[in-house]
């Protein structure tokens, strides 16, 4: 934070129970009325304040086209909180809320509502005393960016006043391409500096993500084997078992590839194969992450070791799924993939012929995120064929979502007379114990923009090199054929299980 | 589900504890540590209900010792523990094992305790009423990395805390303290805000709580300035107040629910700070097991060193504007004893000074504290405690 927080003779690092709160601030989202604003970030913001994260006259401002009060937005608020908070609705909490909580109304070219943002700082920084500094959280559509960032910029918003800070959230999609995602970049940092810039990948907020490097780099008896003479190969997915849902103008073009492997997948993975970093700072994180990101190599015959597929109509979990094709909205020859598998090598003295197998898909079994670490067989076994027969690979899987957690696979003993050895599991349930109080993946990543801690937040080049490795894969989709068709409700197409096979290899069912 | 043990062992009861996850089919115990709750029969339900729920955050095996009083000779010399094993739903996340102990045993009660701690995991012990004055000399304190007493329940709050500071060992930890967390973190957050040297604090809450008290001393250690109480008839906490070289910081809260937090030059804003339930108490003291060493700095500064509460005149509302003179030791109070202490305090602050505020002050809110406290908000307060800030440091000089 500021100066002022190193004097400050109540602060002392040996007490750990005073939790980091934020300075005085607040918050702005443009596009307040869309779903990710009501179910994720208004309750976000709402539970971050019940836990008393938030300063004491935190300011929140929604801008959107609709003609709200002050009044009718604090009713919407209100209503989102009720509904979708994880924490118990506290009335004080409410009121400490919804005395900072104004609207504005107004379209994205409306230089008026913008003259009218920038008095409602004003007030907000004389009536709760939040110092000028703001966040924009741009809760909107690519495609509007430009538009707002260059009112930002025109209506001096971007400009934090002195000793102020402004900063600016964006989700993504972070472009579509290696160059739309530059030319992105360059409208944002025209207006914001890289370090005002945070960029949301929810995925990074998660707490089994933030996990994954407790895990590795806070114990022993990982890290020595996390490696290729340990390492078989790593299976990385996401599947979710809904479809497109409403989200077919933005879907069909997109497809599953752009829409997770570029953000998620790749900063899973990265996180996963990355080296140990010398702090943990965003600086030195970041620089980690690009390392191998950098070091990844496509696979040499493209329309072998990649995959994509569009789900067919099918059961899925008992009910009756239409195609991708015949969704509402969905051009019936779009070639858009709803499945998408591809195969990644790490050209590093630590994972070299190690492959990272990278999978998502709509329409797949179940919801499930998991970084299965599958570990070599033992080199030599000195029991017998019969006796092993049912051991497969040990793995590590670090279970993203839902029921966080971690589980160790391994072989044992089968009770009896004769030798014979079976997988089993050791399972810690990070999620099932821990989730009721452990925040939502919104309020950390929240919390950590009005605190200016950018560790979770992928930046520009990390966005760069994504597009970088997924942009030939999406260009040879482009030019070679069309998506393998699999039913809903299976685990993607039969083409998926044929990479794998040929590499003697098989997915995990998660 | 249940299983009732009668006149039983700790090996019997582990048996039990194996037998009952068998049975309901829970795989691994992802059991992060062992709470050891000692107390009494009447409160031990709602102790349990308050660790049961905390485990939804810390998955633990709980262990409640209930020591049953015998009533006669015979009783005191058989002896015999039952136990009734809970797992499963019944026992929030994790598994939870009520001992009563009668008899004999009472005074071994680490005995059946010691087998049937989780192996490797931390253990804490909880005494919701009736703490030994040396936890961790006491043979179930001393099985535990972590102690937690609640001054609180004791019959004489104050004189306990100074017990406490004397068998402090680390590890030590008072429910008074965790209740006061949110003050301090909302008063450090308060601190960051302004550039601003603290000259002198008052803390203010109701009689017999060491919350007060702790909160005072946390202050006068980490400020090294003088601190004030004073009573109030609360609930718990209701103000503190800290003078520094730019005006007051006052944080007020007197429904123990939203409080108001006044910087000088700066809006007055609204806070919560509502008081929590044992069950977020104890929660957040299992979050970490080390040792809290800003609990034991607070606690060893000593009750003493506060010099004595202040209970306010009941006929003026005078503590916002007079008791803050802080600093000055003797000559806070009455503008009587003001003049007692010495020439320079009764011409700086006592006397007309004094009397004049009290009597702006009844004008402005009639009301009495809380529209005292949103008088606060209009500007003319604001002057007026700006311009008395002058006259109260000179008063220490």
């Known amino acids: ?510 | 589900m249940k299983i009732d043990l009668t006149d039983t062992t700790a090996s019997k009861i582990n048996k039990a504890l194996v037998q009952g996850r068998r049975a309901i089919g829970s795989p691994a115990v992802g059991m992060v540590l062992t709470l050891v709750i000692v107390t009494d029969e009447e409160n031990a339900y709602d102790a349990l209900r308050a660790a049961s729920e905390a485990s939804r955050e810390h998955p633990s095996r709980t262990l409640v010792v209930i020591k049953r009083v015998s009533r006669s000779p015979r009783d005191r010399t058989s002896s015999r523990l039952d136990a009734e094993v809970r797992v499963g739903a019944d026992a929030g996340t994790g598994e939870t094992v009520i001992l009563r102990l009668y008899g004999e045993v009472l005074n071994h009660a680490q005995s059946v305790v010691l087998p049937l701690l989780l192996p490797d995991a931390p253990v804490v012990a909880w005494w919701p009423v009736n703490a030994p004055l040396d936890p961790a000399k006491d043979p179930l304190g001393a099985l535990a990395q972590r102690r937690v007493t609640d001054t609180y329940a004791a019959e004489q709050p104050i004189h306990e805390l100074t017990a406490r500071a004397e068998a402090y060992s680390p590890g030590d930890t008072d429910l008074s303290w965790t209740r006061i967390t949110p003050w301090r973190s909302m008063l450090a957050a308060a601190l960051d805000q302004v550039a601003c040297e603290v000259t002198g604090a008052q803390v203010e809450g109701e009689e017999f709580n060491p919350s007060v008290e702790l909160l005072a001393m946390w202050l006068a250690e980490r400020l090294g300035v003088p601190v004030k109480r004073t009573l109030s008839p609360g609930p718990g906490l209701t103000g503190v107040r800290m003078e520094t070289n730019c005006g007051p910081i006052v944080l007020d809260r007197a429904d123990g629910s939203l409080a108001t937090l006044s910087i000088q030059g700066q809006p007055n804003r609204a806070v919560a700070l509502k008081r929590r339930e044992t069950p977020e108490l104890i929660a957040e003291e299992l979050r970490r097991l080390d040792p809290d060493d800003t609990y034991a700095a607070a606690l060893r500064f000593g009750v003493d060193r506060l010099g004595e509460p202040v209970v306010p005149e009941p006929s003026v509302d005078a503590r916002d504007e007079e008791s803050p003179g802080s600093g000055s030791g003797p000559s806070r109070g009455s503008a009587a004893e003001g003049g007692a202490s010495g020439e320079d305090d009764a011409s700086g602050k006592g006397g007309a000074p004094g009397g004049g505020d009290a009597s702006a002050k009844g004008d402005a809110s009639g009301k009495g504290d809380a529209s005292g406290k949103d008088g606060g908000n209009t500007s003319g307060t604001a002057k007026k405690a700006a311009a008395k800030a002058p006259a109260k440091k000179a008063a220490p000089k």
Request: charged share 25%; hydrophobic share 40%; aromatic share 10%.
């Open chain 1, 1 to 510: 934070m500021t100066a002022v927080h190193g004097a400050n003779p109540l602060r002392d690092a040996a007490d750990r129970r005073l939790p980091r709160i934020a300075g005085p601030s607040g918050l702005v989202i443009f596009g307040v009325t869309g779903d990710l604003s009501r179910k994720k970030l208004m309750p976000a913001v709402y539970d971050l304040a019940n836990r008393g994260l938030l300063p004491p006259g935190f300011a929140l401002i929604g801008f959107a086209r609709r003609e709200w009060q002050d009044e009718d937005f604090a009713q919407e608020v209100h209503d989102a909180v009720k509904q979708h908070a994880r924490t118990p609705f506290r009335e004080e909490v409410w009121q400490q809320l919804i005395q900072g909580m104004r609207f504005v109304q107004g379209n994205f070219d409306d230089d008026d509502a913008f003259e009218q943002l920038k008095d409602t700082i004003q007030e907000l920084d004389e009536a709760q005393g939040t110092g000028g500094n703001f966040a924009f959280y741009l809760s909107v559509p690519p495609k509007f960016f430009p538009q707002v960032v260059q009112q930002l910029k025109k209506h001096e918003l971007a400009d934090a006043p002195e000793g102020a800070w402004r900063r600016a959230v964006i989700e993504k999609p972070f472009g579509h391409d290696l160059k739309s995602a530059k030319e992105l970049n360059a409208i944002v940092h025209e207006v914001f500096a890289p370090d005002q810039v945070f960029r949301i990948d929810h995925y990074l907020g998660k707490e089994t993500v933030q996990n994954i490097l407790a895990l590795r780099f806070a114990n022993q008896m990982f890290e020595p084997i996390w490696n290729r003479s340990y390492v078989d190969h790593v299976q990385i997915t996401m599947a979710e078992d809904i479809g497109i849902g409403g989200r077919a103008g933005y879907y069909d073009g997109i497809g599953a590839a752009r829409d997770v492997i570029q953000n998620h997948l790749l900063q899973l993975m990265a996180l996963t194969a990355m080296e140990e970093p010398a702090s943990f700072d965003a600086d030195a994180l970041v620089a980690e992450k690009a390392k191998v990101l950098g070091a990844v190599r496509l696979p040499k015959d493209l329309s072998k070791d990649t995959v994509r597929g569009q789900y067919s109509a099918g059961w899925q979990g008992g009910e009756k799924a239409v195609g991708y094709l015949q969704e509402e909205g969905i051009d019936p020859k779009s070639k858009t993939d709803t499945y998408a598998a591809i195969k990644l090598g790490v050209d590093n003295r630590r994972w070299a012929g190690v492959p990272f197998y990278l999978r998502t898909g709509k329409r797949l079994g179940r919801r499930v995120t998991e970084i299965a670490v599958v570990f070599q067989r033992a080199p030599h076994s000195p029991f017998d064929h019969t006796a092993t027969e049912e051991l497969g690979q040990n793995a590590i899987v670090i279970r993203v979502q839902p029921d966080e957690g971690i589980t160790v696979r391994f072989g044992s003993k089968v009770p009896g007379t004769s030798m014979e050895i079976r997988d089993v599991s050791m399972d810690f349930a990070y999620g099932e114990s821990f989730t009721e109080s452990s925040p939502e993946a919104y309020e950390r990543l929240i919390l950590d923009v009005l605190l200016g801690d950018a560790n979770l937040f992928p930046r520009t080049e990390e966005v760069e090199l994504s597009w970088n490795i997924l942009d030939p894969i999406e260009q040879h989709w482009d030019e070679n054929g069309t998506p393998a068709q699999y039913q809903a409700g299976t685990w993607g197409p039969v083409e998926a299980d044929e990479m794998l096979a040929r590499d003697g290899r098989s997915w995990r069912r998660p």
